[in-house]
């Protein structure tokens, strides 16, 4: 079984969320249902890899453990940067070697398998980093052992997100809706995940059919175009799918999951793009990266000005992104490039006075639509891992 794929897991979804429905019209707490259904479920998905939950309970168990160590030590003694840093670095030495092993020999034990790696690692990481940061900034006081378990487990988000904030997560985990709240909250979800299923079947299975069948293996300019494209949707249709059944789920359970993707293809600029896509991720980047680089670089004078530490930051940002994905070339290049762009819009946006003259001007946005879409095509052709074969093949085709 697989999180919102295949036949099993809907049937044994729709029985499982019955009796939270039942539960949320009649006015009651969801609380002890939906931490039941996370054993639950989590159970049915692990159960054929031992290892794999073995160690997700194992991180989680660490996870919770560190944090409420660090917590401690955090009212104890203040912001030591030592065991700030230990606590980060401790969480991120599982995420490291696992995308090591996977880069180097595609698991030490062959066929792809991972010691140190488990299906939803690198979603419960950014739960654990963020606790952890929140902590350091005094923003976090107090930690429940069972919320925070629920938190990273919570079934519907762990394998692909949407990475939700705990703070936020808080607030809706205690929460008793009224029935008319709660029947709203039901009517929103079961939408969104009438939509994902819209998404990820029939449109995500028609965009992948045209990549396989028409466009892979051939190397003129037409289907390199047209496999960029199909390959873009597919990403799309797939992951924002998963993301709206994932949502849908979690509203149905009385958490409003945040929403990951807000019509990217829309976007008049680059950075309008990372604002709709993949949203908690790109988001997540930008506050605990990006912005506390650019904090820090400021507070320090490490550049010149605020637009060469902006550019800066922006580079190293959007290649950690490349990396989080995966060590393979074509995953960092992925990201140096989406960094490149958004230094470009960066400086082009604060530098230009013709944008300034025109950005709102209604041929100016159809222009700069045009141009984003076609660069986050190229991007995702990048990502495929496809580049390089669709660069040599076209060199071939026009000789």
Known sequence: MSFFSGLDFFITL????????????????????????????????????????????????????????????????????????????????PLILSKLESFVGHGFFGSGSTIFGFLGLSYIFFRVIQTIIE????????????????????FPTLSSGPIDRSRRFSQDYSKIYTGKEYSELLSNGIVKIMWGLLYKLPLSGTAMYIMNTYMINKYDPIHIIGYAYSYGLYMFFDFAGYSLMAVGTGYILGIKVPDNFNKPFISIDIKDFWDRWHITL?????????????????????????????SAGLMINMALMGIWHGLELHYIAYGVYHGILLVIAELYQKKSRFYKLH???????????????????????????QGRAAAIGLIEYLR
């Open 282 to 310: 790109s988001h997540w980047f930008r506050d605990f990266i990006f912005s506390r680089f650019l904090f820090n670089s400021l507070s320090k004078k490490r550049f010149k000005s605020k637009l060469t530490a902006a």
């Open 14 to 93: 729709i029985i499982a969320i019955i009796p939270a429905i039942v539960i949320g019209l009649n006015g009651k707490s969801l609380r002890y249902y939906r931490g039941f259904l996370t054993c639950i479920f989590i159970y049915l998905i692990y159960r054929n890899s031992l290892m794999e939950l073995a160690f997700l309970t194992g991180y989680s168990a660490m996870s919770l453990g560190l944090v409420k160590l660090y917590l401690l030590s955090r009212i104890k003694m203040g912001r030591n940067k030592f065991f700030y840093a230990s606590a980060v670095i401790i969480t991120l030495c």
């Open 135 to 154: 902590i350091y900034d005094g923003i976090i006081n107090e930690i429940k052992w069972y919320e925070f378990l629920e938190f990273l487990l919570f």
């Open 359 to 385: 950005k709102r001007d209604k041929v100016y946005k159809i222009v700069s639509w045009f141009i984003t879409l076609n660069l986050v095509m190229f991007g995702f052709l990048i990502f495929s891992g």
